[in-house]
C-alpha cells in the first residue's frame, strides 16, 4: 500500500457538482487520513475480495471496493461498473456511492468510467477522486495498491477497529489548510463548515470569519480574505 495523501489540484475537469459535494469533507478527510495510514502498519498486502478482508503488516481489515484504475489507458472503473464484482457485496460502498451521485447530479460517481488519461497528471486525479469518495462515504480512509503491473485498486475500510480522528488544536490549522487547497477556486468556508459540522462543534459564523469551540475547551477562529480564502486560523487558550 502506498501513504496516501490529500490530492492537490489537477487539470482534470471535475464538474461543479463534485467539487460541492467534495470540498466540505476535505479537511476532515485530511485529518482522518492522517489517522488511517498510522492506524495501518507498513509491511507486505493481500487481498480477498470476495471474503472483503484486506491484510497488511498483521492488521485485518474488512473493506469495500470503490474502483480500480488501468495505468495503461488513463482510464478509472467503479466496481460496480466492473463486470467481476457486480452486485458483489463487495461493491457496497461503491454502489452506496453512485446513488448519493444520482441524487445530487455529480456525473464523477455515476458513470461507469472515467477517462483520465488528458490530465496533467492522471495518477493525481485519481487520487483526488478516491479521497472525495472517501469523505463523502465517511469512509476512515481509503486504500491504493498496485493490484498488476498496469492497475491500480482502490478500497475503503468498512471496520470499527480503525480509530477515528478526533480535532487537535495543534494540526487544525493545517488540516483547514490543506483541505482548502485540495479544490483551489472552490469554496474555503465550505470546506471549514463541513469540518467543525463533521466534528460537531459549536460555531459561529460571520461575514469574514467562522469562531468555534473545541472540545478541549479552547476557541478556534479561522478568518478569510476578500477573495474567500483562508486568510489565518487562531486557536485560542482554553477557556475558564
Known amino acids: 500500500m502506498t501513504t496516501n495523501s490529500p490530492a492537490p489540484a489537477t487539470t482534470f475537469p471535475f464538474s461543479d457538482a463534485f467539487v460541492r459535494v467534495a470540498e466540505p469533507h476535505a479537511a476532515w478527510g485530511a485529518e482522518q487520513l492522517e489517522t488511517f495510514n498510522a492506524?495501518?502498519?507498513?509491511?507486505?498486502?493481500?487481498?480477498?475480495?470476495?471474503?472483503?478482508?484486506?491484510q497488511q503488516g498483521g492488521c485485518d481489515l474488512r473493506i469495500s471496493i470503490l474502483g480500480s484504475y488501468d495505468e495503461s489507458d488513463g482510464s478509472w472503473l467503479w466496481g460496480w461498473a466492473n463486470p467481476g464484482f457486480r452486485d458483489s457485496p463487495a461493491v457496497g460502498a461503491a454502489q452506496r456511492l453512485r446513488q448519493f451521485g444520482q441524487a445530487h447530479g455529480v456525473r464523477e460517481f455515476t458513470e461507469e468510467g472515467l477517462v483520465l488519461s488528458g490530465c496533467t497528471d492522471p495518477r493525481m486525479a485519481v487520487e483526488t477522486l478516491a479521497f472525495a469518495a472517501m469523505g463523502v462515504l465517511g469512509a476512515a480512509g481509503y486504500i491504493g495498491v498496485q493490484a498488476s503491473p498496469d492497475a491500480r485498486l482502490y478500497m475503503v475500510p468498512d471496520d470499527p477497529q480503525v480509530p477515528l480522528a478526533a480535532p487537535?488544536?495543534?494540526?487544525?490549522?493545517?488540516?483547514?489548510?490543506?483541505g482548502a487547497g485540495v479544490h483551489p477556486g472552490g469554496s474555503a468556508r465550505s470546506v471549514v463548515t463541513g469540518y467543525f459540522d463533521r466534528h460537531r462543534l459549536p460555531q459561529r459564523p460571520g461575514p469574514d470569519r467562522i469562531t468555534a469551540d473545541l472540545p478541549s475547551g479552547s476557541t478556534v477562529e479561522v478568518s478569510f480574505d476578500n477573495?474567500?480564502?483562508i486568510a489565518s486560523v487562531e486557536v485560542g487558550a482554553i477557556r475558564a
Open 39 to 54: 492506524f495501518v502498519p507498513t509491511g507486505p498486502w493481500s487481498a480477498d475480495l470476495d471474503r472483503r478482508l484486506y
Open 168 to 178: 487537535d488544536p495543534v494540526t487544525l490549522p493545517r488540516m483547514l489548510l490543506t
Open 227 to 229: 477573495a474567500g480564502r
